[in-house]
């Protein structure tokens, strides 16, 4: 919005609106990616803490934590009178993302029956999305309230964080949490509500067990780097690293931007994110469908190859079309639109959802907290770095920007075709025995 600009990026402001700036450097500006990537470095570091939490308070504290650093942020971000004011707003929101990230998709899995994990997780994904359409939508209804519809757009997160923050105020936590936190009788009962059966001994058993295990066995954070750990290890890092260098998140922040390069206006662009987004929302919930019925590999493979295509086309239409002065033509522009919307309507049905589902069922009890820790901070580190350096990269990668995310697809899916198991419908008590069996993981057992 540009009262927002005007307030805070004056100098944004005026090379956007300069004719003679490079249509790829119009956004270059290290506090405008600060004021992105910052929620995510803290983010980061916060999610160190809350594997603490998660662990010894229970996943339910943990998000209820998340919800009210929400609030808080909400607020803050809402009244920001300085741009120091505006990133605080934004470093208590990362907080509260850090805590939730840690233990949402943990306790979706664990109160997941196996038959519908894949589909209740990528839940997960599909709320995302959700997310994404209502702020995008109210940044269409505020940006012409001026001067401070920018101020209503960043308060009305408290919605969210207050329904967040209340209904975790009237859900149990999971069974293998009060287990592990020595509340069996009472992870007995919330099991047996959640299964609809009082006939769960077989599960409250193991889970009775693999407590045993995890007490036995002490501290997750070391667990982890035992050998017989390695297959999770390695995936703990590789899977939300593929996620990340595919380009997605950075492109979806930074949507209305790339289509204002394009040529369309501020208006047209937020128009088209929210079609963007109902889209996404569709498709998510196909995948979701998907997953359960043709199993994890599968989507992986098929959604990986789909998004390097259009990776490809869409560097290929920049390259060929727009250079760094001219005016791209409305039918060139409407198909570069075109090619980045088929790029993040493939992967909210592939990699989306599925980079939150495996690493939140392939960790065993004893070292889950720790893996959990890993994945978000590394997802937390790779979005911080790439939403920071990536309007300089465009500036200086230009049309070559995508063609190096299409490289990163290549990679990741071969990746999961040589290295990932399938956990389709495998209870979260045997997948351990996956890697066993595995061609390659096999070695570490």
Not at 12 to 17: G, H, I, L, S
Not at 88 to 108: D, K, S
Not at 195 to 224: C, M, Q
Request: hydrophobic fraction near 45%; glycine fraction near 8%; aromatic fraction near 14%.
């Amino acid at each position: 919005m540009d009262d927002f600009l005007l307030k805070f990026f004056p100098s944004v402001y005026r090379k956007k609106n300069d004719a003679r700036t490079d249509n790829y450097c119009k956004f270059d500006s290290q506090l405008l990616t600060l004021f992105t990537s910052s929620l995510y470095f803290a983010g980061l570091f916060a999610s160190l803490f809350a594997s603490k939490v998660t662990r010894d308070y229970g996943r339910r504290m943990s998000i209820l934590a998340g919800g009210l650093f929400f609030l808080l942020g909400s607020v803050v971000d809402g009244l920001a009178q300085s741009l120091w004011m505006l990133l605080v707003g934004r470093i208590i929101l990362g907080i509260g993302l850090g805590f939730t990230n840690q233990a949402v998709p943990l306790y979706l899995s664990e109160m997941s029956p196996p038959t519908l994990r894949g589909t209740l997780t990528t839940m997960f994904q599909l709320a995302i999305g959700i997310g994404g359409v209502s702020a995008f939508f109210v940044n269409y209804k505020t940006q012409d309230i001026v001067p401070w519809g920018w101020r209503l757009s960043l308060s009305l997160a408290f919605v969210p964080a207050l329904l967040i923050t209340i209904g975790f105020l009237l859900l149990p936590d999971s069974p293998s949490s009060l287990i592990q936190r020595g509340k069996s009788s009472e992870g007995l009962s919330v099991l047996q509500r959640i299964r609809g059966t009082d006939d769960v001994h077989e599960e409250f058993n193991y889970l009775l067990k693999a407590t045993e295990d995890y007490k036995s066995i002490g501290n997750p954070w070391r667990n982890i780097l035992k050998t017989e750990y390695r297959p999770q290890l390695v995936m703990a890092f590789a899977i939300p690293f593929f996620q990340q260098v595919t380009g997605i998140n950075i492109i979806t922040f930074y949507l209305p931007i790339l289509i204002q390069t394009l040529g369309f206006s501020s208006n047209s662009s937020l128009y088209t994110t929210i079609i963007l987004g109902v889209i996404s929302l569709v498709v998510t919930t196909i995948g979701a469908l998907c997953i359960d019925k043709y199993g994890r590999k599968r989507v992986f493979l098929l959604g990986g190859s789909i998004m390097m295509l259009f990776l490809v086309l869409t560097g290929g239409l920049l390259n060929w079309k727009l250079k760094s002065h001219n005016e791209l033509s409305k039918g060139y522009g409407i198909l570069g639109v075109i090619l980045m919307l088929a790029f993040v309507t493939s992967f909210s049905w592939s990699w989306g959802p599925l980079a939150w589902l495996i690493p939140s069922e392939i960790f065993p009890l004893e070292i889950r907290s720790a893996g959990q820790s890993i994945n978000v901070c590394v997802i937390m580190l790779f979005i911080s770095i790439t939403g920071q350096v990536f309007l300089s990269m465009l500036c200086h990668f230009k049309a070559g920007l995508f063609y190096f995310f299409g490289g990163w697809v290549f990679v990741m899916t071969v990746f999961t075709r040589l290295f990932l198991p399938e956990t389709k419908g495998v209870p979260l008590e045997e997948v351990s025995k996956l890697w066993r069996s595995h061609p390659f993981w096999k070695r570490y057992y």
